[in-house]
C-alpha cells in the first residue's frame, strides 16, 4: 500500500480537462518542510504564522519573519506558497498583543479585526510578505473574512508598506491577495468578494463550526461538527461557484480538503487546489488521478 502510493510523490494530479489539481500541504513551522517536500507536497495552501508569533517572547521582527516566509517560498518555488497572516484571538495568547477577557472568543477580536485594529503588527507581517515575495511565488491570504471593507482596508495597508519599503530601497516583490472563506458571511457575500481578490480559500474547520453554530472544541456537539452535513456542503458550493463564476482560483485548506472520499466531490464542484497535513498528501494524489476518465479502447 505504502509502496504503491510512493509512486504518487512527483505526481501532478490533473482532472478530466487537464487542469492541475494542485495538492498542498498545511505547515506552522520551517521544519515541517522536508517532510512536506518527501510527502509529494505541491507548494503550501496555508502556513499558519500563528506559531512564530507564539514561539518568542515578544513579536517577531520584521526580518525575522521576512527571513521566514523568504526561506518557504524558496523551498517550494516554482509551486506557490499561501501564507496566512496572523490568525490568533483571546484563545491563544501572544506575547506583545493584549487580548481581552472575552465570552465568546470564537466570535471575537481576533484573525483580521485584531489586525487591522493593529497596524503596527499587520504592517510589520505585511512588509516581510512584500520582502519575501521576491524569492518565490508567495501569495497571502487573511483568515475570518466577514466584510469586503477588510480587504480594502487590507489594500491601503499593503499600498502604505510598498511605499515605505521602497522609499527605504527596499526591494518588494508583488504577491496575490485571497481571503480564507470561513465565516457564513463570506459564502453569502461571495460573488462580491471575489471581485476584490486573487482567490479564495476553503476553512473547513472554521466554516463548520460557524455554519453549524457549534464550537469546534465541544465534545457535546461533535456530531454536529461535520463537514458533510449538506448545510456546510451547500455553503462549499456556493463558494465554488461563486468563484468559478468570477474567474478566480478557489481551494480548500481545512480538513475535510485530505479527506479521500470527499475529493472526487471538490474537484467536481471546481476546486483546483487542495491543502492539507501531509500525511495526506499521497492517497490524495492517487485519488484525483484515478478519477481521470479512461481513455476508450477502440
Ligand atoms: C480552517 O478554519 O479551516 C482553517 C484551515 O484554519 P484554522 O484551522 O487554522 O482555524
Ligand atoms: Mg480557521
Redesign the pocket.
Known sequence: ERAALAEFRDAVPRRGDGTVIEVAA?LGSLEEIDPAKAAGAMGVG?F?T?LLFMRHAHLPSEDLQAETYATLAKAFAPWSVII?TL?IGGDKPVAGIEFPDEENPFLGWRGIRMCLDRPDIFKTQLRALLRAAVHGNVKVML?MVAEIAEVERTKVLIAECEAELAEAGVPTGRFELGV?I?TPAAVLIAPQLARHVAFF?????????YVMAAD?LHPAVAHLNDVTNPAVMAAIAMTARAATDAGIMVGM????AGRADLIPEFVRLGLTELSMSPSSILRAKKTITELVPETPAD
Open positions: 498545511n496555508l499558519r500563528e496566512r490568525d483568515p480564507m470561513e480559500s476553503i476553512g473547513t474547520n472554521d466554516l463548520t463550526q469546534r485548506c481545512g480538513e475535510a
